[in-house]
């Protein structure tokens, strides 16, 4: 091998130039750091980074070419009460590792060490970086920009939306390839998203208590290199290079791809966790520890991430912009988010969000927050700088609340329906802030929500005390799904309202892949470690007609102006009208106190009327030639109303003629 030139601090990680390999690393506190490179037997070649530029080591190996594969052992201190756990024994992740090779089992060379560093080499086991080339052809490749008024958003998995599909071919389910596929890009459209919006696929690791249980982490939220393509998902060999066609492909068809990315804490975990990347190469600087050198537990995962440290909130942009720039991705979904503006305290002018909302290329994305930790002051919701939208529990407990236990008024429900207005109507923000859902991949499936009163997470293997008791669910009068019909029909119309709120309110509405099939996970509200069928998507027994009301509320968003145009509405705007059941405006009593009974007029024309109660009703609706519309009723020879026969808790979508 030649020796090492000296090479630039930048850019980040291991970059092929046509003629070698330039690699960096920060760490603030190291004092040496080896680049280990290993050939295709597994053989390590050891070397020493031999510049460094601030905190950033680096060199360059000609002649490199992309397939390297490598990692780091990093020397320095192990003083564990000051933060600082350097451990050469222990081979280390690139953080900027475009590619990863190999996975992390539940081994006890991965151990990190606790008054001593462990002493057992990691190398042989441990997943190594792997160089790769910047090579794809986008062709003429472009961002839909769906205007956030626009926007539905899909929430799925990638193998749980297709491993079970019988029209993608076998080879290809459950991977990458699969999102792209023209079975799939078919059935997107007719369902009428917009933006698909993927649980994690930067790679990631089982925690080692699932492995020792024969379980493994599902979801994906358990990250271990946040710039490189989570293997598992591929069909062939290059993870980064099938994601980008799927991209591609969804692009064409003007869907968005947007991300759930994790960057609030890392799959090394509490102290006593493994030692793969960042813990052995600055974790004094990655992490937020208290005085004692000890993790900060924000996220409930055992360690939290020090993103006001400005090397490691350059790191995390760097990250978001290799995604947008390389895989052309169009937004991002932030686990966790109030750890993005800690520092500690949260603060909404952190220094993470005003880097975001000055660079060009981040602040044209979506950006879309969990606006809670479960730090003090976790919970921030509302509480986002532009260019953020927030995911709106408000809306999702409003709307059950409303509907299944009929515990909130007409005036709070209309709030809710409303964009959350008393939330998020501040600092220029718009309606699309509220990003509205009812179910979300953690929690019950929305079957599930009218099915069980109960979590049933014994499978989890913790003996169900994992996931929320605080669902607003309503199983109907039988717990489980095998229900009497009569029971059946009152959950279907249960389901009817739940979907015509989310897809019919002010905000940007999010479904959860699965709900327009009656898809169930039988009870269980934290199925992160089922990859089985509990969580895959049933292709063959989904409900074709969910799916035709579901498709037909999207179709009909879209033409109703109120819901198309991301603004306030205001009183006398022609934007809504809150009619009681005799079609007359809401009085201050029925406002807070009146029966469940209620219409609103979205843009003069169109009109959705709503029954809350557990009896039958007539609501006499607004002068008017008005007919029921599709998916409420047929396209042929509408019939003119002037009272809808409301059942209980029934909702239906009137259009006035002209």
């Known amino acids: 091998m030649m020796p090492l030139r000296e090479g630039l601090p930048a850019p980040r990680g291991a970059s092929y130039d046509g003629k070698g390999i330039n690699f960096t690393l920060f760490s603030q506190h190291a004092q040496r750091v080896e680049l280990c490179l290993f050939d295709d037997s597994g053989n390590e070649t050891r070397v020493d980074l031999p510049a460094r530029t601030g905190d950033i080591w680096h060199g360059y190996l000609p002649a490199g070419k992309p397939g390297q594969r490598y990692g780091y052992r990093v020397h320095g201190p192990w003083q564990p009460q000051q933060g600082q756990r350097f451990n050469p024994a222990k081979l280390l992740l690139d953080p900027c590792a475009h590619g990863v090779q190999g996975e992390v089992s539940d081994d006890p060379s991965f151990q990190c060490g606790v008054d001593q560093p462990d002493v057992q080499d990691s190398a042989a086991l441990a997943p190594k970086g792997v160089v790769l080339a910047d090579d794809f052809d986008w062709e003429e490749d ?46 997107f459209q007719r369902l009428g998203i917009t933006s698909l919006e993927l649980l994690p696929v930067a790679c ?75 813990r052995g190469i600055d974790n004094q600087s990655y992490y937020w520890l208290d005085g004692q050198g000890q993790y900060q537990n924000w996220t409930g995962c055992g ?60 602040s044209a994305c979506k950006l879309i927050a969990e606006p809670w930790d479960i730090g003090p002051g976790g919970y921030q919701v509302g509480n986002f700088p532009p260019p953020f939208a927030e995911w709106n529990d408000h809306f999702r407990d409003g709307a059950r609340r409303y509907w299944l236990h009929g ?33 979300a991949h953690d929690g019950f499936t ?109 179709h009909l968003r879209r033409r109703i102006p109120a819901l198309q145009q991301d603004r306030w509405w205001q009183e006398g705007d022609g934007s809504v009208e809150w009619l009681n059941d005799q079609g007359q405006p809401l009085t201050t009593g029925e406002w807070e ?9 979205l843009s003069q024309h169109w009109l959705l009327t709503i029954n809350a109660t557990e009896e039958v009703c007539d609501l006499v609706l607004p002068q008017g030639k008005w007919h029921a519309i599709p998916p409420f009723a047929g396209d042929d020879n509408p019939i003119l109303s002037t009272v809808w026969h409301g059942a209980a808790h029934g909702v239906c979508v009137f259009q006035e003629q002209s």
């Open 407 to 439: 515990e909130l008024s007409n005036g709070d429900f209309a709030r809710r329906f409303a964009g959350s207005s008393d939330v998020f109507d501040h600092s220029g923000r718009r309606p699309s802030s509220s990003i509205n859902l009812i179910t």
């Open 593 to 601: 106190q009146g029966e469940h009974r209620l219409q609103i007029r």
């Open 204 to 278: 990631f690791a089982s925690e080692p208590r699932l492995l020792r249980q024969g379980l493994t982490n599902y979801w994906g939220y358990n990250p271990l290199a946040c710039y490189a393509l989570e293997g598992r998902y591929a069909s062939g060999q290059d993870p980064r290079q099938e994601f980008q066609q799927a991209v591609k492909a969804l692009h064409q068809a003007g869907i968005e791809v947007i991300l759930d990315v994790v960057f609030n804490h890392t799959a090394e975990l509490e102290e006593t966790g493994p030692m793969l990347s960042m």
């Open 446 to 554: 929305l079957r599930d929500v009218v099915s069980f009163d109960r979590k049933h997470n014994e499978a989890n293997g913790e003996d169900n005390r994992d996931g929320s008791n605080n669902n607003f669910s309503h199983n109907h009068g039988y717990e489980g799904l095998n229900a009497p019909l009569l029971i059946v029909e009152h959950r279907r119309r249960s389901v009817h309202a739940l979907l015509t709120t989310l897809l019919l309110a002010q905000g940007t509405p999010m479904l959860l892949a699965g709900d327009e099939h009656g898809h169930s996970q039988h009870g269980n509200n934290n199925a992160y470690c089922q990859d089985n069928p509990l969580t895959w998507l049933d292709w063959q027994h989904h409900d074709r007609g969910l799916f035709a009301f579901t498709a037909a509320l999207i």
């Open 303 to 362: 360690n939290t991430q020090n993103l006001s440290h400005p090397q490691v909130m350059e790191w995390m942009l760097d990250c978001l912009r290799y995604w947008v720039e390389e895989c052309h991705v169009d937004g991002f979904r932030f686990d966790l988010a109030t750890v993005l503006g800690r520092t500690p305290d949260y603060h909404q002018t952190a220094p993470l969000f005003l880097a975001i909302a000055a660079d060009p290329l981040l």
């Open 142 to 187: 472009a961002s839909p920009r769906v205007p956030w008024g626009s926007t539905v958003i899909y929430e799925a998995h990638v193998r749980g939306l297709t491993i079970q599909h019988p029209d993608i071919p076998q080879a290809i389910r459950g991977t990458y390839a699969a999102l792209g596929h023209p079975v799939m890009i078919d059935y």
